[in-house]
């Protein structure tokens, strides 16, 4: 069983960065596929970020330019650098892994509150 655990999350200004870090364990993590995503309160949960075993990168629109997925193999971990952060990035964002053959995301973490806020 796969678990993923995230941190990270904070309280920050506008314009401002933080880094999510979500630890792996359980499987193979260079065969999975990792990614983000993020639910406001009161709204549905959002894609927001993909990376594939061999480290090729997707963003959804709203983040692209701002947001970086990337993984180290090494340390079974995957990370999401946020920058510019704006009071619509406020969520709580949830790690999520597949194996490379699957077309679900079959795990998930725990979430770590990101607050954007002057």
């Known amino acids: 069983q796969v678990r993923l655990v995230e941190s990270g999350g904070g309280l920050v200004q506008p314009g401002e960065s933080l880094r999510l870090s979500c630890a792996a364990s359980g499987y193979i993590f260079s065969r999975m596929v990792m990614g983000w995503h993020r639910q406001a309160s009161g709204k549905e949960r959002e894609w927001v970020a993909t990376?594939?075993?061999?480290?090729?990168?997707n963003y959804a629109d709203s983040v692209k330019g701002r947001f970086t997925i990337f993984r180290d193999n090494a340390k079974n971990t995957v990370y999401l650098q946020m920058n510019s952060l704006k009071p619509d990035d406020t969520a709580v964002y949830y790690c999520?892994?597949?194996?490379?053959?699957?077309?679900?995301?079959?795990?998930w973490g725990q979430g770590t509150q990101v607050t954007v806020s002057s």
């Open positions: 990376i594939t075993s061999g480290g090729s990168p």
């Open positions: 999520s892994g597949r194996p490379i053959f699957g077309n679900t995301w079959s795990s």
